[in-house]
Protein backbone atom coordinates (compact mmCIF):
# COMPACT_ATOMS: atom_id res chain seq x y z
CA UNK A 1 0.00 0.00 0.00
CA UNK A 2 2.86 1.98 0.97
CA UNK A 3 3.96 1.81 -2.75
CA UNK A 4 0.76 3.60 -4.08
CA UNK A 5 1.03 6.15 -1.91
CA UNK A 6 4.40 6.90 -2.83
CA UNK A 7 3.33 6.58 -6.48
CA UNK A 8 0.27 8.58 -6.24
CA UNK A 9 2.96 11.63 -4.69
CA UNK A 10 5.14 11.53 -7.13
CA UNK A 11 1.95 11.90 -9.97
CA UNK A 12 0.84 15.25 -7.91
CA UNK A 13 4.70 16.34 -8.14
CA UNK A 14 5.01 16.01 -12.07
CA UNK A 15 1.06 17.11 -12.61
CA UNK A 16 2.30 20.60 -12.43
CA UNK A 17 3.40 20.26 -15.93
CA UNK A 18 1.73 21.60 -18.85
CA UNK A 19 3.30 21.62 -22.24
CA UNK A 20 2.75 23.92 -24.68
CA UNK A 21 3.27 27.99 -25.24
CA UNK A 22 2.17 30.13 -22.57
CA UNK A 23 0.29 32.63 -23.99
CA UNK A 24 1.41 36.09 -24.05
CA UNK A 25 -1.15 39.15 -25.96
CA UNK A 26 0.23 39.40 -29.71
CA UNK A 27 2.02 42.66 -29.90
CA UNK A 28 0.32 45.73 -31.73
CA UNK A 29 1.53 49.32 -32.23
CA UNK A 30 -0.41 51.77 -30.56
CA UNK A 31 -0.47 55.03 -31.83
CA UNK A 32 0.23 57.86 -28.89
CA UNK A 33 -2.47 60.20 -30.16
CA UNK A 34 -5.44 60.21 -32.61
CA UNK A 35 -4.66 62.30 -36.17
CA UNK A 36 -8.26 63.41 -36.54
CA UNK A 37 -8.35 64.86 -33.34
CA UNK A 38 -9.35 68.70 -33.48
CA UNK A 39 -6.99 71.25 -32.02
CA UNK A 40 -8.08 72.16 -28.67
CA UNK A 41 -10.41 68.99 -28.19
CA UNK A 42 -10.87 68.14 -24.57
CA UNK A 43 -9.32 65.22 -23.05
CA UNK A 44 -11.07 62.22 -21.13
CA UNK A 45 -10.43 62.26 -17.99
CA UNK A 46 -11.78 59.77 -14.98
CA UNK A 47 -14.37 62.14 -13.70
CA UNK A 48 -16.01 63.15 -17.02
CA UNK A 49 -15.99 60.13 -19.06
CA UNK A 50 -19.51 59.59 -20.44
CA UNK A 51 -20.83 56.29 -18.57
CA UNK A 52 -20.18 52.84 -19.83
CA UNK A 53 -23.62 51.34 -19.11
CA UNK A 54 -26.29 53.85 -20.65
CA UNK A 55 -24.25 56.41 -22.56
CA UNK A 56 -26.83 57.19 -24.56
CA UNK A 57 -28.30 59.72 -21.97
CA UNK A 58 -25.69 61.90 -23.01
CA UNK A 59 -28.17 62.91 -25.07
CA UNK A 60 -30.85 63.83 -23.10
CA UNK A 61 -33.24 62.50 -24.89
CA UNK A 62 -36.58 60.79 -22.67
CA UNK A 63 -37.76 58.80 -25.67
CA UNK A 64 -34.43 57.82 -26.98
CA UNK A 65 -33.68 56.24 -23.10
CA UNK A 66 -37.23 54.50 -23.42
CA UNK A 67 -36.73 52.76 -26.35
CA UNK A 68 -32.87 51.83 -25.39
CA UNK A 69 -34.40 50.20 -22.25
CA UNK A 70 -36.55 48.08 -24.51
CA UNK A 71 -33.94 47.09 -26.99
CA UNK A 72 -31.83 45.77 -23.15
CA UNK A 73 -34.71 43.92 -22.69
CA UNK A 74 -36.17 42.42 -25.63
CA UNK A 75 -33.67 42.31 -28.33
CA UNK A 76 -33.53 39.25 -29.68
CA UNK A 77 -29.94 39.25 -31.49
CA UNK A 78 -28.56 40.03 -27.52
CA UNK A 79 -30.75 37.14 -26.19
CA UNK A 80 -29.02 34.79 -29.05
CA UNK A 81 -25.47 36.28 -28.01
CA UNK A 82 -26.59 36.14 -24.28
CA UNK A 83 -27.91 32.05 -24.74
CA UNK A 84 -24.22 31.37 -26.53
CA UNK A 85 -22.25 32.79 -23.43
CA UNK A 86 -24.63 30.78 -21.64
CA UNK A 87 -23.24 27.86 -23.27
CA UNK A 88 -19.58 29.11 -23.31
CA UNK A 89 -19.41 28.88 -19.56
CA UNK A 90 -21.16 25.23 -19.43
CA UNK A 91 -18.29 24.72 -21.72
CA UNK A 92 -15.76 25.84 -19.08
CA UNK A 93 -17.42 23.36 -16.36
CA UNK A 94 -17.67 20.47 -18.28
CA UNK A 95 -13.67 20.99 -19.31
CA UNK A 96 -13.32 21.12 -15.93
CA UNK A 97 -15.01 17.88 -15.23
CA UNK A 98 -12.11 15.95 -16.78
CA UNK A 99 -9.97 16.98 -13.49
CA UNK A 100 -11.80 14.17 -11.32
CA UNK A 101 -12.04 10.20 -11.20
CA UNK A 102 -15.00 9.13 -12.96
CA UNK A 103 -17.50 6.68 -10.22
CA UNK A 104 -19.65 4.54 -11.62
CA UNK A 105 -21.70 1.29 -10.12
CA UNK A 106 -24.26 -1.26 -11.24
CA UNK A 107 -26.03 -3.76 -9.52
CA UNK A 108 -26.89 -7.43 -10.79
CA UNK A 109 -29.30 -10.02 -9.61
CA UNK A 110 -28.36 -13.51 -10.47
CA UNK A 111 -30.81 -16.46 -10.09
CA UNK A 112 -29.42 -19.62 -10.25
CA UNK A 113 -30.08 -23.85 -9.66
CA UNK A 114 -28.20 -26.46 -9.42
CA UNK A 115 -28.73 -30.13 -10.82
CA UNK A 116 -26.50 -32.50 -10.27
CA UNK A 117 -23.60 -30.40 -10.29
CA UNK A 118 -24.49 -28.84 -13.52
CA UNK A 119 -25.70 -24.83 -12.95
CA UNK A 120 -28.30 -23.31 -14.90
CA UNK A 121 -28.57 -19.54 -14.10
CA UNK A 122 -30.98 -16.32 -15.24
CA UNK A 123 -29.16 -12.86 -14.08
CA UNK A 124 -31.19 -9.76 -14.32
CA UNK A 125 -28.89 -6.39 -13.83
CA UNK A 126 -30.20 -3.31 -12.68
CA UNK A 127 -30.59 -2.31 -16.39
CA UNK A 128 -33.06 -4.75 -17.01
CA UNK A 129 -31.11 -7.46 -19.01
CA UNK A 130 -31.29 -11.12 -18.71
CA UNK A 131 -29.06 -13.95 -19.46
CA UNK A 132 -29.38 -17.35 -19.52
CA UNK A 133 -27.02 -20.59 -19.35
CA UNK A 134 -25.63 -23.58 -17.66
CA UNK A 135 -22.44 -24.81 -16.54
CA UNK A 136 -21.60 -29.07 -16.95
CA UNK A 137 -19.65 -30.65 -14.20
CA UNK A 138 -19.98 -33.89 -15.17
CA UNK A 139 -21.67 -35.61 -12.33
CA UNK A 140 -25.08 -36.94 -12.44
CA UNK A 141 -27.99 -37.48 -10.10
CA UNK A 142 -30.94 -35.97 -8.99
CA UNK A 143 -29.48 -33.19 -6.43
CA UNK A 144 -31.41 -30.05 -7.28
CA UNK A 145 -30.77 -26.63 -5.51
CA UNK A 146 -31.87 -23.17 -6.22
CA UNK A 147 -30.50 -19.51 -5.25
CA UNK A 148 -29.64 -16.13 -5.55
CA UNK A 149 -26.95 -13.96 -5.60
CA UNK A 150 -26.94 -10.02 -4.95
CA UNK A 151 -24.13 -8.56 -7.20
CA UNK A 152 -23.31 -4.88 -7.07
CA UNK A 153 -19.73 -3.50 -8.31
CA UNK A 154 -18.39 -0.06 -7.67
CA UNK A 155 -15.56 1.17 -10.68
CA UNK A 156 -13.61 4.19 -10.10
CA UNK A 157 -11.20 5.32 -12.93
CA UNK A 158 -8.83 8.50 -13.22
CA UNK A 159 -6.58 9.97 -15.56
CA UNK A 160 -4.07 12.55 -13.76
CA UNK A 161 -3.40 15.85 -15.75
CA UNK A 162 0.37 14.99 -16.23
CA UNK A 163 0.80 16.67 -19.29
CA UNK A 164 -1.36 19.70 -18.78
CA UNK A 165 -4.16 18.73 -21.58
CA UNK A 166 -7.14 19.16 -18.74
CA UNK A 167 -5.32 22.53 -17.89
CA UNK A 168 -5.23 23.79 -21.00
CA UNK A 169 -8.87 22.59 -22.38
CA UNK A 170 -9.81 24.69 -19.46
CA UNK A 171 -7.62 27.57 -20.48
CA UNK A 172 -8.86 27.64 -23.76
CA UNK A 173 -13.11 27.09 -22.79
CA UNK A 174 -11.99 29.89 -20.27
CA UNK A 175 -10.80 32.18 -23.17
CA UNK A 176 -13.41 30.99 -25.05
CA UNK A 177 -16.01 31.97 -22.15
CA UNK A 178 -14.49 35.62 -22.04
CA UNK A 179 -14.07 35.77 -25.98
CA UNK A 180 -18.45 34.75 -26.23
CA UNK A 181 -19.01 37.68 -22.85
CA UNK A 182 -17.12 39.75 -25.14
CA UNK A 183 -19.54 39.21 -28.59
CA UNK A 184 -21.96 39.72 -26.46
CA UNK A 185 -21.41 43.07 -25.66
CA UNK A 186 -20.64 43.54 -28.92
CA UNK A 187 -24.08 42.64 -30.01
CA UNK A 188 -25.61 44.77 -27.22
CA UNK A 189 -23.19 48.37 -28.40
CA UNK A 190 -24.24 47.52 -31.63
CA UNK A 191 -27.07 46.92 -31.08
CA UNK A 192 -27.84 50.24 -29.14
CA UNK A 193 -25.89 52.30 -31.04
CA UNK A 194 -27.81 51.35 -34.75
CA UNK A 195 -31.23 51.92 -32.53
CA UNK A 196 -29.70 55.59 -31.39
CA UNK A 197 -28.53 55.91 -35.08
CA UNK A 198 -31.85 54.75 -36.43
CA UNK A 199 -33.98 57.07 -33.96
CA UNK A 200 -31.62 60.11 -34.50
CA UNK A 201 -32.26 59.82 -38.49
CA UNK A 202 -36.44 59.49 -37.80
CA UNK A 203 -35.66 63.06 -36.12
CA UNK A 204 -33.39 64.65 -38.85
CA UNK A 205 -36.70 63.37 -41.29
CA UNK A 206 -38.54 64.88 -38.81
CA UNK A 207 -37.27 67.63 -39.62
CA UNK A 208 -37.06 67.40 -43.38
CA UNK A 209 -40.71 66.67 -43.27
CA UNK A 210 -41.33 70.31 -41.72
CA UNK A 211 -38.96 72.14 -44.27
CA UNK A 212 -41.33 70.60 -46.66
CA UNK A 213 -44.39 71.27 -45.59
CA UNK A 214 -43.39 74.61 -44.77
CA UNK A 215 -41.89 75.06 -48.33
CA UNK A 216 -45.31 73.79 -49.79
CA UNK A 217 -46.91 76.56 -47.82
CA UNK A 218 -44.46 78.79 -48.85
CA UNK A 219 -44.92 77.76 -52.65
CA UNK A 220 -49.15 77.86 -52.30
CA UNK A 221 -48.61 81.19 -51.28
CA UNK A 222 -46.25 81.99 -54.23
CA UNK A 223 -49.18 80.66 -57.25
CA UNK A 224 -51.65 82.89 -55.19
CA UNK A 225 -49.44 85.81 -55.97
CA UNK A 226 -48.73 84.81 -59.75
CA UNK A 227 -52.34 83.73 -60.17
CA UNK A 228 -53.05 87.04 -58.89
CA UNK A 229 -50.56 88.67 -61.02
CA UNK A 230 -52.11 86.69 -64.17
CA UNK A 231 -55.60 88.15 -63.54
CA UNK A 232 -54.54 91.23 -63.19
CA UNK A 233 -52.75 90.96 -66.46
CA UNK A 234 -49.31 91.91 -65.04
CA UNK A 235 -47.91 88.16 -65.34
CA UNK A 236 -47.64 85.80 -67.81
CA UNK A 237 -49.43 82.57 -67.90
CA UNK A 238 -46.23 80.58 -67.80
CA UNK A 239 -45.78 82.46 -64.56
CA UNK A 240 -48.55 80.25 -63.08
CA UNK A 241 -47.80 76.96 -64.71
CA UNK A 242 -43.97 77.55 -63.35
CA UNK A 243 -45.63 78.50 -60.01
CA UNK A 244 -47.66 75.02 -60.04
CA UNK A 245 -45.02 72.66 -61.33
CA UNK A 246 -42.94 74.04 -58.24
CA UNK A 247 -45.44 73.02 -56.09
CA UNK A 248 -46.29 69.61 -56.95
CA UNK A 249 -42.72 68.57 -56.85
CA UNK A 250 -42.78 69.82 -53.30
CA UNK A 251 -45.46 68.01 -52.69
CA UNK A 252 -44.07 65.00 -53.92
CA UNK A 253 -40.75 65.15 -52.02
CA UNK A 254 -42.81 65.74 -48.67
CA UNK A 255 -44.62 62.51 -49.56
CA UNK A 256 -41.07 60.34 -50.66
CA UNK A 257 -40.07 61.78 -46.94
CA UNK A 258 -42.29 60.00 -45.51
CA UNK A 259 -41.24 56.36 -46.99
CA UNK A 260 -37.60 57.45 -45.65
CA UNK A 261 -39.28 57.73 -42.44
CA UNK A 262 -41.22 54.24 -42.34
CA UNK A 263 -38.50 52.47 -43.00
CA UNK A 264 -36.40 53.89 -40.18
CA UNK A 265 -39.18 53.30 -37.70
CA UNK A 266 -39.78 49.66 -38.65
CA UNK A 267 -35.90 48.91 -38.39
CA UNK A 268 -36.31 50.72 -35.30
CA UNK A 269 -39.24 48.33 -33.78
CA UNK A 270 -36.98 45.03 -34.97
CA UNK A 271 -34.23 45.76 -32.85
CA UNK A 272 -36.45 46.55 -29.94
CA UNK A 273 -38.27 43.66 -30.35
CA UNK A 274 -41.54 44.27 -31.79
CA UNK A 275 -43.99 43.93 -34.71
CA UNK A 276 -43.31 47.10 -37.38
CA UNK A 277 -47.02 47.08 -37.15
CA UNK A 278 -47.74 47.95 -33.86
CA UNK A 279 -44.67 50.42 -33.32
CA UNK A 280 -44.81 53.86 -33.97
CA UNK A 281 -42.40 57.27 -32.95
CA UNK A 282 -44.59 60.35 -32.94
CA UNK A 283 -43.41 63.09 -35.06
CA UNK A 284 -40.69 65.15 -33.33
CA UNK A 285 -38.39 67.45 -35.70
CA UNK A 286 -34.89 67.40 -34.78
CA UNK A 287 -33.14 70.11 -32.69
CA UNK A 288 -30.68 69.05 -30.09
CA UNK A 289 -27.09 69.12 -31.10
CA UNK A 290 -24.78 66.70 -30.24
CA UNK A 291 -22.42 66.97 -27.44
CA UNK A 292 -18.45 66.22 -27.24
CA UNK A 293 -17.47 63.31 -26.75
CA UNK A 294 -13.59 63.05 -24.83
CA UNK A 295 -12.05 60.74 -26.65
CA UNK A 296 -9.04 59.35 -24.42
CA UNK A 297 -5.74 58.14 -25.45
CA UNK A 298 -5.60 55.18 -28.04
CA UNK A 299 -4.33 52.61 -25.55
CA UNK A 300 -7.17 52.96 -24.16
CA UNK A 301 -9.07 51.28 -27.04
CA UNK A 302 -7.70 48.43 -26.35
CA UNK A 303 -9.51 48.11 -23.12
CA UNK A 304 -12.85 49.68 -24.59
CA UNK A 305 -14.01 47.72 -27.66
CA UNK A 306 -15.78 44.30 -27.11
CA UNK A 307 -14.47 43.42 -30.73
CA UNK A 308 -10.82 44.00 -29.54
CA UNK A 309 -11.48 42.02 -27.10
CA UNK A 310 -13.51 38.81 -28.74
CA UNK A 311 -10.40 39.06 -31.05
CA UNK A 312 -8.09 38.61 -28.39
CA UNK A 313 -9.49 36.11 -26.18
CA UNK A 314 -9.77 34.57 -29.15
CA UNK A 315 -6.30 34.17 -29.79
CA UNK A 316 -5.52 32.92 -25.94
CA UNK A 317 -7.90 30.41 -26.95
CA UNK A 318 -5.96 29.20 -29.97
CA UNK A 319 -3.25 29.39 -28.06
CA UNK A 320 -4.12 27.33 -25.25
CA UNK A 321 -5.29 24.29 -27.76
CA UNK A 322 -1.59 24.11 -29.09
CA UNK A 323 -0.73 22.84 -25.60
CA UNK A 324 -3.89 20.43 -26.19
CA UNK A 325 -2.71 19.45 -29.34
CA UNK A 326 0.85 18.91 -28.15
CA UNK A 327 0.02 16.91 -25.27
CA UNK A 328 -1.01 14.24 -27.17
CA UNK A 329 2.57 12.95 -27.93
CA UNK A 330 3.06 11.71 -24.33
CA UNK A 331 1.77 8.75 -22.88
CA UNK A 332 -1.13 8.84 -20.85
CA UNK A 333 -1.70 7.56 -17.08
CA UNK A 334 -5.14 5.81 -15.74
CA UNK A 335 -6.00 4.72 -12.56
CA UNK A 336 -8.63 2.06 -12.26
CA UNK A 337 -10.25 0.55 -9.47
CA UNK A 338 -13.04 -2.13 -8.83
CA UNK A 339 -14.68 -3.57 -5.72
CA UNK A 340 -17.36 -5.23 -5.55
CA UNK A 341 -19.71 -7.31 -2.96
CA UNK A 342 -21.43 -10.82 -3.62
CA UNK A 343 -23.71 -12.47 -1.71
CA UNK A 344 -26.86 -14.13 -1.52
CA UNK A 345 -29.06 -12.07 0.45
CA UNK A 346 -28.95 -7.97 0.83
CA UNK A 347 -28.27 -8.39 4.72
CA UNK A 348 -24.96 -10.17 3.98
CA UNK A 349 -23.44 -8.11 1.29
CA UNK A 350 -21.30 -6.57 3.17
CA UNK A 351 -19.57 -9.18 5.22
CA UNK A 352 -15.46 -9.82 4.19
CA UNK A 353 -16.39 -13.13 2.43
CA UNK A 354 -18.40 -11.32 -0.44
CA UNK A 355 -15.80 -8.31 -0.56
CA UNK A 356 -13.64 -8.31 -3.29
CA UNK A 357 -11.30 -5.15 -4.99
CA UNK A 358 -9.19 -4.46 -7.56
CA UNK A 359 -6.82 -1.68 -7.98
CA UNK A 360 -4.11 -0.97 -10.30
CA UNK A 361 -2.43 1.62 -13.04
CA UNK A 362 -2.67 1.53 -16.79
CA UNK A 363 -0.44 3.69 -19.38
CA UNK A 364 -1.06 3.69 -22.43
CA UNK A 365 1.25 5.17 -25.25
CA UNK A 366 0.33 5.79 -29.54
CA UNK A 367 3.04 4.15 -31.57
CA UNK A 368 2.16 5.18 -34.67
CA UNK A 369 -0.72 7.12 -35.89
CA UNK A 370 0.13 7.91 -39.20
CA UNK A 371 0.95 11.41 -38.45
CA UNK A 372 -2.10 12.44 -37.06
CA UNK A 373 -0.76 13.69 -33.92
CA UNK A 374 1.83 16.12 -36.09
CA UNK A 375 -0.86 17.23 -38.21
CA UNK A 376 -3.17 18.27 -35.42
CA UNK A 377 -0.39 20.23 -33.82
CA UNK A 378 0.72 21.90 -37.08
CA UNK A 379 -2.97 22.72 -37.43
CA UNK A 380 -3.25 23.89 -34.31
CA UNK A 381 -0.23 26.59 -34.73
CA UNK A 382 -1.52 27.74 -37.70
CA UNK A 383 -4.73 28.29 -36.59
CA UNK A 384 -3.16 30.60 -33.69
CA UNK A 385 -1.00 32.57 -36.25
CA UNK A 386 -4.40 33.45 -38.11
CA UNK A 387 -5.99 34.25 -34.59
CA UNK A 388 -3.41 36.29 -34.08
CA UNK A 389 -3.12 37.97 -36.78
CA UNK A 390 -6.99 38.71 -36.95
CA UNK A 391 -6.41 40.26 -33.56
CA UNK A 392 -3.87 42.73 -35.03
CA UNK A 393 -6.37 43.41 -38.03
CA UNK A 394 -9.18 44.11 -35.62
CA UNK A 395 -6.91 46.65 -33.89
CA UNK A 396 -5.99 48.48 -37.25
CA UNK A 397 -9.93 48.76 -37.60
CA UNK A 398 -10.99 49.67 -34.81
CA UNK A 399 -7.93 52.56 -35.05
CA UNK A 400 -9.57 53.34 -38.04
CA UNK A 401 -12.86 53.48 -37.05
CA UNK A 402 -12.10 56.07 -34.11
CA UNK A 403 -10.05 57.98 -36.89
CA UNK A 404 -13.05 57.77 -39.44
CA UNK A 405 -15.86 59.00 -36.88
CA UNK A 406 -13.62 61.55 -35.69
CA UNK A 407 -13.06 63.26 -38.56
CA UNK A 408 -17.15 63.09 -39.29
CA UNK A 409 -17.59 64.67 -35.88
CA UNK A 410 -15.26 66.86 -37.04
CA UNK A 411 -16.35 68.26 -40.50
CA UNK A 412 -19.84 67.98 -39.82
CA UNK A 413 -19.33 70.57 -36.94
CA UNK A 414 -17.57 72.63 -39.60
CA UNK A 415 -19.92 71.75 -42.96
CA UNK A 416 -22.58 73.11 -40.40
CA UNK A 417 -21.51 76.09 -39.69
CA UNK A 418 -21.20 76.81 -43.59
CA UNK A 419 -24.52 75.44 -44.54
CA UNK A 420 -26.39 77.24 -41.51
CA UNK A 421 -24.84 80.40 -42.91
CA UNK A 422 -25.66 79.27 -46.91
CA UNK A 423 -29.38 78.59 -45.54
CA UNK A 424 -29.88 81.87 -43.99
CA UNK A 425 -28.21 83.93 -47.30
CA UNK A 426 -30.12 81.54 -49.15
CA UNK A 427 -33.59 82.48 -47.43
CA UNK A 428 -32.53 86.64 -47.80
CA UNK A 429 -32.26 86.28 -51.77
CA UNK A 430 -34.99 84.75 -52.22
CA UNK A 431 -37.13 87.17 -49.81
CA UNK A 432 -35.23 89.51 -52.23
CA UNK A 433 -36.29 88.57 -55.39
CA UNK A 434 -39.76 88.11 -54.51
CA UNK A 435 -40.24 92.00 -53.46
CA UNK A 436 -38.47 92.26 -56.89
CA UNK A 437 -40.62 90.08 -58.61
CA UNK A 438 -43.72 91.71 -57.12
CA UNK A 439 -42.56 95.25 -58.57
CA UNK A 440 -42.20 93.64 -61.93
CA UNK A 441 -38.35 94.01 -62.37
CA UNK A 442 -37.80 90.37 -62.47
CA UNK A 443 -38.95 86.83 -64.33
CA UNK A 444 -40.82 84.54 -62.17
CA UNK A 445 -37.76 81.79 -63.28
CA UNK A 446 -35.65 84.47 -61.01
CA UNK A 447 -37.83 83.57 -58.08
CA UNK A 448 -37.97 79.60 -58.96
CA UNK A 449 -34.05 79.41 -59.15
CA UNK A 450 -34.24 81.32 -55.41
CA UNK A 451 -36.90 79.48 -53.84
CA UNK A 452 -34.90 75.89 -55.27
CA UNK A 453 -31.58 77.33 -53.94
CA UNK A 454 -33.43 78.23 -50.64
CA UNK A 455 -35.09 75.15 -50.21
CA UNK A 456 -31.75 73.06 -51.06
CA UNK A 457 -30.02 74.90 -48.76
CA UNK A 458 -32.35 74.67 -45.73
CA UNK A 459 -33.05 70.74 -46.43
CA UNK A 460 -29.18 70.41 -46.47
CA UNK A 461 -28.43 71.95 -43.71
CA UNK A 462 -31.33 69.83 -41.56
CA UNK A 463 -29.21 67.05 -43.31
CA UNK A 464 -25.80 67.81 -41.62
CA UNK A 465 -27.69 68.02 -37.77
CA UNK A 466 -29.33 64.41 -38.67
CA UNK A 467 -25.61 63.49 -39.73
CA UNK A 468 -23.58 65.17 -36.90
CA UNK A 469 -25.93 63.21 -34.58
CA UNK A 470 -25.03 59.75 -36.07
CA UNK A 471 -21.67 60.26 -36.52
CA UNK A 472 -21.79 60.82 -32.60
CA UNK A 473 -23.32 57.98 -31.99
CA UNK A 474 -21.17 55.82 -33.99
CA UNK A 475 -17.89 58.00 -32.53
CA UNK A 476 -19.44 56.48 -29.26
CA UNK A 477 -19.47 53.15 -30.18
CA UNK A 478 -15.87 53.08 -31.97
CA UNK A 479 -14.30 53.94 -28.44
CA UNK A 480 -15.88 51.00 -26.94
CA UNK A 481 -19.35 52.74 -25.31
CA UNK A 482 -20.89 50.52 -22.47
CA UNK A 483 -17.74 47.82 -22.57
CA UNK A 484 -16.24 46.68 -19.38
CA UNK A 485 -13.88 43.72 -19.05
CA UNK A 486 -15.92 40.77 -17.92
CA UNK A 487 -14.54 39.15 -14.64
CA UNK A 488 -12.61 36.07 -15.11
CA UNK A 489 -13.89 32.91 -14.99
Same mark, same amino acid.
Given at each position: ????????????????????P??????V?????????????????????????????????????????????????????????????A?????????F???????????Q???????????T???????A????????????????????I?????????????????????????????????????????????????????????????????????????????????????????????????????????????????????????????????????????????????????????????????????????????????????????????????????????????????????????????????????????? @?? %???? &??? =?????? !?? *?? /?? #?????????????A???????????????????? @?? %???? &??? =?????? !?? *?? /?? #???????????????L??????????
Amino acid at each position: MQKYFISLLFIFIFSGCAVGPDYVRPAVDTPTHYKETPKGWKKAEPRDRISRGEWWKIFNDHELNSLENQLNAANQSIAVAAAQYTQARALVDEARAAYFPILSTSATLIRQRQVNGSTSFVSTSAGGTSSAGSAATGNTGSFSNVFTNHVLIFDASWEPDLWGSVRRSVEAGTAGAQASAAQLASVRLLSQATLAQDYFQIRALDRDQKILDDTVYEYQQALQLTQHRYASGVAARSDVIQAQTQLDTARAQAINNKINRAQFEHAAAVLIGEPASTFSILPKPLTAKPPRIPVGVPSELLERRPDVAQAERTAAQANAQIGVAIAAYFPSLTLNATGSVQNRGYSNWFSIPGLSWTLGPQLAETIFDGGLRRATTAAARANYAAM @AA %SYRQ &TVL =TAFQDV !ED *NL /AS #VRILAQQSIAQENAARHARYALKLMLNQYKAGTV @AY %SDVI &TAQ =TTAFTA !EK *NA /AD #VMGQRMTATVGLIKALGGCWEAESSL
